[in-house]
């Protein structure tokens, strides 16, 4: 996955990278509890602290990240909740976020997040399907599971 977003310079897609990563998981651990989390993430940009509203996959407990957008910041956190982010930066920064921006953006991936961690058929949503469909085709060029493939949006 990491390959194919870097080579096609892919930004933005966290929501979809989570969802087919999330689909991959499922149909090879099934027994594994498999959830799709909006979180916020502070990551050190370079010269500067970027904020954002991410998406990651939570399996048994532990967090992956599936987006090499942010896979390739090294210094990094995730939290669950806006508050137990600004409890972790200075004051003076507190005031440059803008959290109600932030708390809505949270809420939007989170009712995404919330239709695809439904374990019936109808619990698929992504943001972009030719996306999604596309690195699924590159994933199964290398990988080809017995007898079924990855569901793709119909």
């Not at 919330?114 to 698929?124: E, L, M, Q, S």
Request: aromatic share 12%; charged share 30%.
């Amino acid at each position: 996955m990491y390959q194919y977003q870097q080579d096609n310079n892919i930004t933005n897609r966290c929501v979809d990278n989570c969802v087919l990563f999330g689909d991959i998981m499922k149909y090879l651990y099934p027994e594994k509890k498999i959830i799709i989390l909006p979180v916020y993430f502070m990551g050190n940009g370079g010269d500067h602290c970027k904020i954002i509203v991410h998406c990651v996959v939570e399996i048994d407990g532990e967090i992956y990240d599936p987006s090499y957008e942010t896979r390739k910041i090294e210094c990094k956190v995730y939290f669950r909740s806006l508050k137990e982010m600004l409890n972790c930066v200075t004051h003076e920064f507190k005031n440059e976020i803008d959290k109600k921006k932030l708390l809505n953006m949270f809420i939007k991936i989170k009712e995404i997040c919330d239709v695809n961690n439904y374990d019936d058929d109808n619990g698929f949503m992504v943001t972009c399907k030719e996306y999604y469909d596309a690195q699924a085709d590159y994933i199964q060029s290398f990988f080809k599971p017995k007898n079924k493939t990855i569901k793709k949006m119909t």
